[in-house]
């Protein structure tokens, strides 16, 4: 469909709340496609509509291109597990800095598809990872917020500092 203009941090809108979807059709498959094209595009692996400034609760991830994207609608986390693992993050909206971060290694996720079907997932590893990384963003929750003050500040400051270097 679209690469759609991306929204960068500090952007007001990636610490909002993201609204529940309340219709299912054309517009949120749309949706759904500008997510898919515009994640391609940044590159990234996850994108939620806050990323290009839609206060919706949908996310787009595909870990690797042999395997099909998928579509999550007003996701949630349903349980998680008390083991944790490490892993490297970074966002779109905050392109050329990362950092490693703790979470739980599994997690069970409910959700609707885009035609508005309740569905169940399990997942491990990095697409544990990853839906924690988005359902945060959906809820307003950058991913730096789960760094300490100071790892966060060193983030911040290489990102500044990448941002005047690209002009």
């Given at each position: ?12 809108v ?10 299912f059709?054309?517009?949120?498959q ?7 094209d ?42 998680s ?6 892993h490297?993050e ?17 997690v ?7 035609d ?11 697409m544990a990872?990853?839906l924690?990384?988005?359902?945060d ?11 300490s ?12 500092k990448?941002?005047r270097?690209?002009?």
């Amino acid at each position: 469909m679209a690469v759609r203009p991306l929204v960068y941090y500090p952007h007001p809108v990636l610490r909002r709340a993201a609204e529940p979807v309340l219709g299912f059709g054309r517009d949120l498959q749309a949706l759904a496609e500008d997510l898919l094209d515009t994640m391609k595009a940044a590159p990234g692996v996850g994108i939620t509509a806050p990323h290009i400034g839609v206060l919706l609760r949908v996310t787009v991830i595909q870990l690797d291109a042999a395997q099909e994207p998928r579509t999550y609608v007003n996701p949630r986390i349903l349980w998680s597990s008390d083991e944790t693992i490490r892993h490297t993050e970074g966002s779109v909206s905050m392109p050329g800095v990362t950092e490693d971060i703790e979470r739980p290694a599994h997690v069970r996720v409910g959700y609707q598809d885009t035609d508005g079907v309740e569905r169940q997932e399990e997942a491990s590893g990095f697409m544990a990872v990853c839906l924690q990384h988005e359902i945060d963003q959906l809820d307003g929750i950058f991913w730096i917020d789960h760094l300490s003050r100071l790892r966060r500040e060193r983030v911040i400051k290489r990102y500044e500092k990448l941002r005047r270097v690209k002009g």
